[in-house]
């Protein structure tokens, strides 16, 4: 069914205009919108506009891809060759099954090293003013680059990396063609994988779809959830397409943060003494499918999680009833999750270079 | 296209009998039988039920599959949680992105362990007599049930993999609606992958098209490789449709094979003397996706493959020209690899057990 939903969505991507946002929740909402539903009800109307100005903003869709270098992209994402042992990918972290994190309480890399930090999720990443929890990668491309050479992730090197794709000459092909050059490097590997990344969203969720008019779309109690979410602040913080993403935080505002004092988070860039357990604000999208949470992955239930941010960073104790109602409008933020046509890879040969399983 | 192609097909399906054999080469390929493609050349006319003596038979396309249970099977396939780590899936060593193998001397699995023996394709899996190089599994069913359990490999157990499986209201669901049962089963979780893994055929490789009657589709001396082949009497043990998997031999038929000794393949299932170094003949679709080669993977390259074979199973030593030969035709066996959706999971929650990295 998706796949039908997916060539429907391609054929309409002709009719819309280039890098459009499609003012409705989903294409197929498009008809019930048609046929009057969600514009009656509570709504009666002015609610779209009235709803425009929420501090949450709907995902939009986007159709402006570069087709051949998504594909290439997803390659990318897809290929264990880019590690040392052959084994390791980016998916194996950023689980496109599973939220886009692989629900860990760190990542586990080569040689089976685990990692210093939860990974966050891929899924929407384009809407993060910047990559991993401290900031220290300015875009997606730049991240890309990280997990390849870290000799607790992926453990290669670029060169090694680079080297593996240009003996095949599919890659060499597929890059030839995207950017316009045989010799491969490791920027157009990131900028692949990048552009590949950034079409990672998940629109038309509940939420999105209530933002975007259809009343129906969220239940009283999760109305009532995302009234406290407001009023309790947490929006400050968390708004935006990305519900957080957006800015750097310390964790432990209200009360100092007791649990990891190890971690300095935004620190070890600026060395900024006022930086010290400052970390990027994470995206709250599909936040229901991401746990364990926070960057040290000291929680595993959503309703604990909340309760946490009001303690250390509100300074406030939710009654059961407020933290039941903000964790149901959470679980309204799940989206629609990426469709992938899992990638088939070309072949090495006599001159790619061996995996290393050491 | 893929997609577009994959719908197409579906379309078709309806056309086609239950679990009948679409007796051309590719559904693309219809069309071009109709305005004469293939049937003109050196051909002329009887030579479909000429080759349909071949011993190599073509990869039969079925649509007549339980869609709820290859879906079901699909997702157990990709779900990381029935390993102990959380983090360890069946495609990780059966990786359908490359040619369903990990392209490894041996399997890594849980904390690292590196495995005995190289991990054969899952691809085309059904064709074989037994599961295993030492085909201690009657059958994909039985082989699904090890690899969860096994230490080196997922490291879970039954219970642990059932139990987080039936956490998960969707699984539960799911398994309902397939096998009319709540209580999920290990017998049912390995029977729904088997299910899957009965899909993984590659059909429509140029091989098969040439055996439906399709001259041009291999060249000459592809054509000649083959010939080769059943010369030098490969086609004794390498035929049917998965071109090998069929039997049990010992490997060192000609000169006892003397760089792995330590292995001792079925005498393993059958304490019999005389089963001391026979394995279960590896299938030779999709042969130049699936290096390193043997058991032992004790090989890179497919033509020393070839000559390895010559000398210690026919006690041969094949002209450059021949082996040459021999590999053109024998890459002529790749097939179309399944187009897989990559399956979304549903979360875990409370009272789904932890995944344990140690």
């Known amino acids: 069914m998706k796949i039908i939903k997916l060539a429907a969505?391609?054929?309409?991507?002709?009719?819309?205009?280039?890098?459009g946002v499609i003012p409705t929740a989903t294409i197929a909402d498009e008809s019930q919108r048609q046929i009057g539903y969600g514009r009656g009800g509570r709504m009666q109307g002015g609610a779209v506009s009235e709803r425009s100005k929420e501090p949450i903003r709907p995902i939009p869709i986007s159709f402006d891809y570069d087709t051949a270098k998504i594909e290439l992209g997803k390659k990318l994402f897809f290929e264990p060759r880019l590690s040392k042992s052959g084994w390791i990918t980016c998916n194996s972290c950023h689980n496109l099954s599973t939220g886009g994190v692989d629900n860990l309480p760190t990542s586990i890399g080569h040689k089976w090293m685990l990692g210093p930090i939860n990974s966050p999720t891929v899924l929407n990443a384009k809407f993060n003013l910047a990559q991993f929890w401290d900031g220290r990668a300015k875009d997606l491309k730049e991240q890309a680059k990280g997990p390849i050479a870290n000799p607790m992730e992926m453990a290669s090197n670029h060169g090694l990396a680079v080297g593996v794709l240009q003996s095949i000459p599919a890659y060499v092909r597929w890059f030839k063609e995207v950017y316009k050059d045989e010799k491969i490097t490791i920027d157009n590997v990131a900028d692949a994988i990048a552009a590949f990344e950034e079409t990672l969203t998940t629109p038309n969720s509940r939420f999105d779809a209530w933002l975007n008019g259809y009343d129906d779309k969220i239940s009283e109690s999760e109305w009532q959830g995302y009234d406290l979410f407001k009023a309790k602040v947490c929006i400050t913080c968390h708004n935006g397409f990305g519900v957080g993403g957006n800015?750097?935080?310390?964790?432990?505002?209200?009360?100092?943060?007791?649990?990891?004092?190890?971690t300095l988070g935004r620190y070890n860039v600026t060395k900024d003494e006022k930086d010290k357990y400052v970390f990027k604000v994470p995206l709250l999208r599909n936040i229901e499918l991401t746990a364990p949470y926070f960057h040290d992955a000291s929680v595993w239930s959503l309703r604990e999680a909340v309760n946490t941010m009001a303690e250390y960073q509100l300074g406030v104790a939710l009654t059961d009833d407020e933290t039941d109602k903000i964790v149901a409008f959470l679980r309204t933020l799940t989206g629609d999750q990426p469709s992938i046509l899992f990638p088939i890879l070309p072949p090495s040969n006599e001159n790619t270079p061996k995996p290393n399983r050491n």
């Open 9 to 19: 969505m391609t054929c309409l991507s002709v009719f819309v205009f280039v890098n």
């Open 247 to 262: 800015s750097f935080h310390k964790f432990g505002v209200a009360k100092p943060y007791d649990k990891d004092t190890q």
